[in-house]
């Protein structure tokens, strides 16, 4: 477990989880912190409960029980001893912490006239542990790459979450700022803008990236992304942006607007797969005017693997591709993926190299 | 002679803890106020900076004047450095320093119950915890001042005068 999470933790907490096998701790996804109720962590392999003496559990009944002393030092470390400094993100429900990690807070909401101005009594806490995994974009990039001209294509990442939609989005921004590391010489990278609306993607720490997005590759932290889109091509003129989770209508609008500025487009949407992209109000629009060229679809890991599909622009499949374990190294499957980054037919970029 | 030195000695000792008594009840109500400034200080950076508490106390324990600027710097090491929590770390910190400034129990008292809710709420109540301190610190300030102006004279004389008494019995 990254040490910018542990020192987070209430100290009870702190010692039951550092009491867990290493392989456990190494593959930890979330913790759960509940006000009076079990422990839970959350692996590849699926939910367990931890005791004080930090034994894994099926069984809630034995779990160590946060108490409100453990919740209310969370809640003040998480927040820089700071509350009042994070209004926007309790309205949202979620605070990014140093690190990349984003924490989901659930307690009572307080309104005002109807709309929900933040959040009091937070006694659910969601730890969701932000990981780097270099390579993870390199079976899915080969097909995100036209190979006639080399651009880029406007491509949506949908999944579940906790599926890894971030962490893939991140390794694409990496690579294709860098270039991929097989084909930099024919594809150098391009130029790069992320709009991080809740600082996952870059892990932004006083405006610098806490995580390798690649050498071109500029950062709007915490700006919404509609607007914050817009700015960035105005301002920073990149080639490919980059945006994480289109859920709000505006964002699909800043989306098209994009789109229609000459610029490559990677988003991602929360989805089981194409029909309920489709589905979605202001974003299934786009997906039904064929705006994307392609879809990645993530599905849910089960007994460590997890497998990968991408789609035509009419969500037709072109590849599917598996890749083992959280964060391992991803094979191809069936389906060659195209030599995107130059002529010469055959030879495809290696799956799994760090960016 | 040797004696004569001991008795001014002995007036000298005698003038110069009147003189300090004195002096802390003059330094009492120009605490008081400064400490209302500051945390008047704290306020806008709260309210307006949305400044994260530690960079906050820590700032303000850079332009204050000691003592009261290391409250605020011990403040803002033990949220940083020793990781407690803001109520804690306020508590230690007035424990810590509140010896080496002239101010009384009630103004700590003040300054403790404002430390419950420092950084735990959102923005407009922390402005309301900030402001009610800042009115009954005010509210304390004139007994300051009224104290002062009684005693002050009476100390320093008093001082003194105890030196030179004691002087004259011992001569």
Not at chain 1, 115 to 124: F, G, K, P, S, Y
Request: aromatic letters at 4%; one cysteine or more; a positive charge.
């Amino acid at each position: 477990m990254p040490e910018s999470v542990l020192r987070l933790l209430p100290a009870a907490v702190a010692a039951a989880l550092s009491r867990l096998p290493r392989d456990v701790l190494g593959g930890l996804e979330e913790i759960r912190i509940r006000e009076g109720r079990p422990l839970e962590i959350v692996t590849a392999q699926g939910s367990r409960f931890v005791s004080a003496s930090g034994g894994l559990l099926a069984d809630p009944d034995g779990a160590y029980r946060p108490t409100r002393d453990d919740c209310a030092r969370l809640l003040d470390r998480i927040s820089n001893h700071s509350l009042y400094a994070l209004e926007e993100e309790l309205r949202r429900g979620y605070i990014t912490v140093r690190g990349g990690h984003r924490i989901g807070l659930a307690g009572r909401a307080v309104l005002e006239r109807g709309a929900v101005r933040h959040l009091r009594d937070v006694t659910c806490f969601n730890v969701r542990i932000a990981r780097e995994v270099p390579g993870a974009a390199a079976p899915v990039l080969p097909y995100l790459i036209d190979p006639d001209s080399g651009a880029v294509r406007h491509a949506l990442i949908v999944s579940p979450p906790g599926c890894g939609k971030t962490t893939l989005l991140r390794d694409l921004a990496c690579q294709i700022s860098r270039g991929p590391a097989t084909a930099r010489r024919r594809w150098p990278g391009r130029r790069v803008g992320i709009v991080d609306e809740r600082s996952e993607l870059a892990a932004c720490a006083g405006g610098v990236p806490g995580f390798d997005v690649g050498p071109r590759t500029d950062v709007l932290d915490a700006c919404p992304k509609a607007e914050g889109m817009m700015m960035m091509i105005r301002s920073m003129s990149p080639e490919v942006l980059v945006v994480d989770e289109i859920g709000r209508p505006e964002d699909a609008a800043g989306l098209r607007e994009a789109m229609l500025s000459g610029v490559r487009v990677l988003a991602s949407a929360h989805g089981e797969g194409y029909a309920d992209v489709a589905g979605k109000p202001v974003l299934g629009e786009l997906v039904r005017e064929k705006r994307f060229d392609r879809y990645v679809v993530l599905g849910r890991r089960a007994g460590g693997r997890q497998r990968i599909a991408v789609l035509d622009e009419t969500g037709r499949p072109v590849a599917e591709t598996e890749a083992g374990g959280s964060g391992g190294p991803k094979r191809p499957g069936t389906g060659v993926p195209p030599d995107a980054f130059a002529g010469r037919p055959g030879r495809r970029p290696e799956a799994g190299l760090p960016c | 002679m040797l004696k004569l030195a001991g008795a001014l000695l002995l007036v000298a000792a005698g003038a110069l803890l009147g003189w300090m008594h004195a002096g802390r009840l003059a330094e009492r109500p120009a605490q008081i106020r400064r400490l209302v400034r500051l945390l008047s200080q704290l306020e806008t950076d709260i309210a307006y900076g949305l400044t994260p508490l530690p960079e906050a106390f820590g700032r303000i324990g850079r332009q204050a004047t000691e003592p009261l600027a290391s409250l605020f710097r011990t403040a803002a090491v033990r949220l940083e450095r020793d990781g407690m929590a803001a109520p804690e770390a306020w508590r230690a910190a007035l424990d810590s320093v509140w010896e080496l400034t002239a101010m009384k129990n009630a103004e700590k008292e003040i300054m403790l119950s404002l430390g419950n809710t420092l950084g735990a709420t959102d923005r407009d109540d922390q402005v309301r915890h900030l402001r009610l301190a800042v009115k009954q610190l005010e509210s304390l300030e004139p007994e300051a001042a009224e104290e002062q102006r009684r005693y002050e004279k009476m100390w320093k004389s008093l001082g003194l005068l105890g030196g030179a008494l004691v002087a004259v019995i011992l001569y």
